[in-house]
């Protein structure tokens, strides 16, 4: 299983940039699949989740600017980010839980994406 994610770039603020992450290889089922970011010298942090009936959790951060989505057909998250700010400047990683047969769910991260915002 893999996940490919694309979508960064650089922005000024109040701009707006759409990632998306599509997972390939055997795929039985995916759970819950998510985005998070890591700014230098700071923990890789929450940003939103999405289940697989498509409930949603966003970090209070970017409430109101970030919403994610996905699309179940084609194994694809999206997260739309708009009125985007400094602080939002980070790599950008997708996660996503996968069902095994007979074996507990296994969790996958993406190689991660650059958003700068900057004027």
């Known amino acids: 299983v893999q996940l490919v994610e694309s979508g960064g770039g650089l922005v000024q603020p109040g701009g707006s940039l759409r990632l998306s992450c599509t997972a390939s290889?055997?795929?039985?089922?995916?759970?819950?699949m998510g985005w998070y970011r890591q700014a230098p010298g700071n923990q890789r942090e929450l940003v939103a989740t999405i289940t697989s009936s498509s409930s949603t959790n966003y970090a209070d951060s970017v409430k109101g600017r970030f919403t994610i989505a996905r699309d179940n057909a084609k194994n694809t998250v999206y997260l739309q980010m708009n009125s985007l700010k400094a602080e939002d400047t980070a790599v950008y990683y997708c996660?996503?839980?996968?069902?095994?047969?007979?074996?507990?769910?296994?969790?996958?991260w993406g190689q991660g994406t650059q958003a700068t915002v900057s004027s």
């Open positions: 290889g055997i795929i039985f089922k995916i759970y819950d």
């Open positions: 996660n996503a839980r996968f069902a095994r047969p007979f074996a507990t769910a296994l969790d996958y």
